[in-house]
Antibody, heavy 120, light 107 residues
């Protein structure tokens, strides 16, 4: 079964750092880009950026460039999203998703989501 | 950057109804338009890719059309499990973007 499994929910204080993960299985991890999507409470989906796990090449949305870092470790089949200094406004559900084979930029498999809560 | 605008933002309908949701891009995106369904507390699910291609396993009552800047998602006969929020997303170039969502509710 093709799946992406994300790390568990996190509760952090403003200014703390955080890295969440997304582990792929059931397919060739280096053959498909991984994208990260933010969903703030009660709001819509926002595309944050993507990574090619074969060479760790990344693209970011201007809205998130400089605020997060997307990385990947192909040896462990895991993609990461990290913050160096969290803000309360980073409170959201974060999803990773695999880019499908059928069409460029289509997200065919999604992780279950990681809830990040930032509160003092 | 390309912006996506969906309409309506919310919609009330009954089981068996035919429903259409519209998505407009701020510039031409050819057929690089995808549709997702999201139920509360769940990850989004891909329904339609390349504007009109049905993702494997998705019921045939879902269909998509359009090209350029204007696109539609149609559900031919609403089923109880279809009440959810629907998002369009362009994949023409990065940064990709989603529409704001259309919440489909039971009348």
């Amino acid at each position: 079964e093709v799946q992406l499994v994300q790390s568990g929910a996190e509760v952090k204080k403003p200014g703390e750092s955080l890295r969440i993960s997304c582990k792929g299985s059931g397919y060739s991890f280096t053959s498909s880009w991984i994208t990260w999507v933010r969903q703030m409470p009660g709001k819509g989906l926002e595309w944050m950026g993507r990574i090619d796990p074969s060479d760790s090449y990344t693209n970011y949305s201007p809205s998130f460039q400089g605020h997060v870092i997307i990385s990947a470790d192909k040896s462990t089949r895991t993609a990461y999203l990290q913050w160096s200094s969290l803000k309360a406004s980073d409170t959201a559900m974060y999803y990773c998703a695999r880019h499908g084979d059928s069409w460029v930029g289509t997200f065919d498999i999604w992780g279950q989501g990681t809830m990040v809560t930032v509160s003092s | 950057d390309i912006q996506m605008t969906q309409s309506p933002s919310s919609l009330s309908a009954s089981v068996g109804d035919r429903v259409t949701i519209t998505c407009r891009a701020s510039q031409t995106i050819s057929k690089d338009l995808n549709w997702y369904q999201q139920k509360p507390g769940k990850a989004p699910k891909l329904l339609i890719y390349a504007a009109s291609s049905l993702q494997s396993g998705v019921p045939s009552r879902f269909s998509g059309s359009g090209s350029g800047t204007d696109f539609t998602l149609t559900i031919s006969s609403l089923q109880p499990e279809d009440f959810a929020t629907y998002y369009c997303q362009h994949s023409y170039t990065t940064p990709y973007a989603f529409g704001q969502g259309t919440k489909l509710e039971i009348k």
